[in-house]
């Protein structure tokens, strides 16, 4: 005879995966940014494959999850969602977008950007370091983005990546096929069109735009300073220190 206590029904055992963690948590994030605590977001997390953006919201609950895959499924600009509360001049009280990624918390998944644009991005953050739509990435694979930006930055300031680092991934941290426009204008040194400092592998990468530096050193078209491997790449526009 089977005693039916010695079966025990558990409950509550459900477990978010970390991508429907981020996906269920982005709305709140985007609540905090000014929509009154209520907010949804479109973000879709595929179950084999990565984490959809579609709207500026989506773009900003990317630091929710840094290891992550994303993939950019439309081109944002100034009339998509989210871009005054995340990504306008007026954002974060008047410092615009936060650069995805710190020297304590890297961006260290990927971002296919699918062939889409990123217009009218305004980084306004001249006393830090670490700037770009990605401020430290490391081990990271960024690729297939056009980014127009008016990005203003301390030390290792860059339209994509303010430093890109190879160390946490085998095969490197690489930016490929990327395109920037617009300006980019850092502190006293360490200063690109693409990476402000770059320990990874830049390729197929083209800026059509102003990057300096006034009164610095290391600032290039391409990358502030090189220490690992740059591939047919162009630079167009000027170039001040």
């Not at 005879?1 to 079966?7: F, G, Q, Y």
């Not at 994030?29 to 907010?39: K, Y």
């Not at 990546?161 to 930016?175: F, I, N, Q």
């Not at 426009?181 to 990476?195: A, D, Q, S």
């Amino acid at each position: 005879m089977t005693d039916s206590t010695s079966t025990t029904t558990q409950t509550n055992r459900t477990e978010l995966s970390r991508r429907d963690t981020l996906a269920a948590t982005a709305g709140l994030v985007a609540g905090s940014a000014g929509l009154g605590g209520v907010a949804t977001t479109t973000a879709t997390a595929q179950e084999n494959g990565p984490t959809e953006i579609e709207d500026w919201f989506d773009l900003d609950a990317v630091r929710e999850d840094l290891e992550d895959d994303y993939v950019l499924v439309d081109d944002l600009d100034g009339t998509t969602a989210g871009y005054d509360e995340i990504a306008g001049a007026n954002a974060d009280n008047g410092h615009g977008f936060a650069p995805i990624g710190d020297s304590d918390e890297r961006f260290t998944g990927t971002f296919d950007g699918n062939g889409n644009e990123i217009r009218d991005l305004v980084i306004d953050r001249e006393d830090e370091n670490n700037v770009g739509l990605f401020g430290y990435a490391e081990g990271a694979a960024i690729r297939s983005v056009h980014v127009d930006v008016s990005i203003s930055g301390g030390e290792h300031t860059g339209g994509i990546a303010g430093w890109l680092w190879a160390a946490s991934r085998p095969e490197g941290a690489t930016v490929e096929s990327v395109r920037v426009t617009g300006t980019i204008e850092g502190g006293k040194r360490l200063v690109g069109g693409v990476v402000g400092l770059n320990h990874g592998t830049v390729s197929k990468a083209s800026v059509d735009g102003a990057v300096s530096a006034p009164g610095g050193t290391e600032v290039g078209g391409i990358v502030g300073q090189n220490l690992d491997r740059v591939e047919q790449c162009f630079a167009g526009g000027s170039v001040r220190g």
